[in-house]
Each structure stands twice: as structure tokens, then as C-alpha cells.
């Protein structure tokens, strides 16, 4: 069973773990003062409060998160209050599940530190009007005029962008760099890349034969840290013919453009004469 737990020890609020990932055997403890939970949470020990009068273990176990699976990403709430998954994921239900996400393995992880905030990455990244003139390569595989929103409801927003011929993928040849991911995709699909932006900091790109995503932290009002991952279907990773590289290069160039961009929109929109501008019917 997968838990999630805040990363705070019920004794004096220290922060339990330090790095950003590894693993517990079978207790969680706490370095300060030695509270130990166990793997659900509970407080199993915490030493000498028996001599705490009317101190009760089963009181302090660590803060649980809601937890939802969600076609292989896990997502956590940190509300005290949250709201049932299905209702507020309501609209991405069942949405892409003929892509098979949730089967897809990691072929290539990247994190970029960007000089921007948050939301400049998010708006960047849900419209292609600046394609031609910053991503040319991207350009002559996905014209933007194609691109159309499919979904607007709520926290999301994307849709399809359609992919050009005789391209057969969003990659540097323009070849598919292996298997399609989908099992059962029907033919519209196989030519087109879909992209949405899933609030609160998921950005998720299919591809016919792979997919990526990109997590969105804010670090500071002026930088934030992009984690991304590159999916392919099994059977590419494991096939010596597949060239994965071709579409890990592909993004790696069109994202570095982005960051390159929306690095100098932080500069000017920093500026005390900034103001924002109107956007066309392509941008909002």
C-alpha cells in the first residue's frame, strides 16, 4: 500500500528526512530526539514519554496526505480538507487511458533550474504562437496553426497539435523512435501529439510513440526547478533497433529554448514599466 505523510515529527516539528528520495526499511525515525513511526505512520516509540502523564501513542502519529493514483503519476494533498480525487480530476478520468501511461518505463530524467517563476513556464508551455520564431526545428514538425484545445474545464487545459507529414513522430529525423505506446489508439491519434498543463505543476506530453512530462516546483518568485522524464513503451527500451536519443534530443533543445525565453520575460516583466500586454485568440 502506498501512504503519504508530512515530513514533520509529531515531537518538536523537526523535518524527518533530508534528501528528496530514498527508502525506509521498516521504521521512520526521527534524528532529533528518536520518535519512531512506523511505515503507516504510527508512533511506535518515543523515548521516555511514559513518564508524560496521559501521553498517548496512538495520538501522535505522523499528519497523513491524501493520496490518488492517476494513470501512473501518484498525486498528494497537503489540505486538511481535500476534496475527493475523482471529483476534482473528474474531466482527465479515463481521459487518455488509451495510451497506457501508467505502463510506460523511464528511459531519460533531466532536471532543469530555470531563471523564471512559475507561472511563466505554464503559460509558456500552453501556447505554440511563439513556435516559428523560437523552436524552428519544432516548427517543421508541429505547425502551430494545427494545435487545437480539446479540453478547457477546470485546472486543465490542452489538446492536440497535429504532426506533419511525412514526419511519423516529435523527433530529430522525424522517424518514430519505437513502438506506438497505445495498445488501442485509433488512427487520428497516430498522427498527432497531445499537451496539456494540469494545475497545480504537471505538464504532460503524448507522443505516439513516447511521452514526457514536466513537474513545475517554484523555488523563488524568479526561479523555478523542472523535473522531466522521458516514457517510452517496454518493448522500445529493450529493442537495440529503437533510437530513444532521437526524441529525448528533440525536447531537450525545444525546452532549453524555452527556458532560454522565458528567462528574458522575467527580466522585463520585473521592470517597474510593465504592464501586461492583450493576448490573441492563439494565446489565451
Given at each position: 500500500m502506498t501512504r503519504a505523510h508530512f515530513n514533520v515529527c509529531?515531537?518538536?516539528?523537526?523535518?524527518?528526512?533530508?534528501?528528496?528520495?530514498?527508502?525506509?526499511?521498516?521504521?521512520?525515525?526521527?534524528?532529533?530526539?528518536?520518535?519512531?513511526?512506523?511505515?503507516d505512520g504510527g508512533l511506535k516509540a518515543a523515548p521516555h514519554m511514559q513518564e508524560a502523564e496521559g501521553f498517548d501513542k496512538g495520538e501522535h502519529?505522523?499528519?497523513?496526505?491524501?493520496?490518488?493514483?492517476?494513470?501512473?503519476?501518484?498525486?498528494?494533498?497537503?489540505?486538511?480538507?481535500?476534496?475527493?480525487?475523482?471529483?476534482?480530476?473528474?474531466?482527465?478520468?479515463?481521459?487518455?487511458?488509451?495510451?497506457?501511461?501508467?505502463?510506460?518505463?523511464?528511459?531519460?530524467?533531466?532536471?532543469?533550474?530555470?531563471?523564471?517563476?512559475?507561472?511563466l513556464v505554464f503559460e509558456n508551455y500552453s501556447e505554440c504562437l511563439h513556435c516559428p520564431t523560437i523552436h524552428p526545428k519544432l516548427a517543421t514538425v508541429l505547425p502551430y496553426q494545427s494545435g487545437a484545445n480539446d479540453l478547457t474545464e477546470g485546472p486543465f487545459l490542452g489538446g492536440y497539435m497535429e504532426i506533419k507529414a511525412p514526419n511519423q513522430s516529435a523527433t530529430m529525423s522525424g522517424r518514430a523512435c519505437g513502438v506506438p505506446i497505445g495498445s488501442d489508439v485509433p488512427v487520428d491519434d497516430q498522427r498527432r501529439a497531445y499537451y496539456y498543463t494540469l494545475m497545480p505543476n504537471l505538464l504532460l506530453s503524448i507522443h505516439p510513440d513516447y511521452a514526457n512530462y514536466y513537474l513545475v516546483h517554484p523555488i523563488a518568485?524568479?526561479?523555478?526547478?523542472?523535473?522531466?522524464?522521458?516514457?517510452?513503451?517496454?518493448?522500445?527500451?529493450?529493442?537495440?533497433?529503437?533510437?530513444?536519443?532521437?526524441?529525448?534530443?528533440?525536447?531537450?533543445?525545444?525546452?532549453?529554448?524555452?527556458?532560454?525565453?522565458?528567462?528574458?520575460?522575467?527580466?522585463?516583466?520585473?521592470?517597474?514599466?510593465?504592464?501586461?500586454?492583450?493576448?490573441?485568440?492563439?494565446?489565451?
Open positions: 509529531r515531537h518538536r516539528g523537526t523535518r524527518i528526512c533530508a534528501e528528496d528520495s530514498g527508502s525506509f526499511k521498516e521504521s521512520i525515525q526521527c534524528p532529533y530526539h528518536a520518535w519512531t513511526y512506523g511505515l502519529g505522523l499528519h497523513a496526505a491524501a493520496l490518488a493514483e492517476w494513470e501512473g503519476f501518484l498525486f498528494v494533498s497537503i489540505a486538511r480538507e481535500p476534496q475527493p480525487f475523482d471529483a476534482k480530476w473528474a474531466p482527465m478520468l479515463g481521459r487518455l487511458a488509451r495510451f497506457g501511461l501508467a505502463g510506460l518505463h523511464a528511459g531519460h530524467r533531466v532536471v532543469y533550474d530555470v531563471r523564471a517563476n512559475w507561472k518568485t524568479d526561479r523555478t526547478r523542472v523535473e522531466s522524464e522521458w516514457l517510452f513503451h517496454p518493448r522500445t527500451l529493450e529493442d537495440s533497433a529503437s533510437n530513444i536519443r532521437d526524441a529525448i534530443e528533440f525536447w531537450d533543445l525545444t525546452n532549453r529554448q524555452d527556458w532560454a525565453i522565458v528567462e528574458r520575460g522575467q527580466l522585463g516583466v520585473a521592470s517597474r514599466r510593465y504592464t501586461p500586454g492583450p493576448f490573441s485568440p492563439r494565446e489565451s
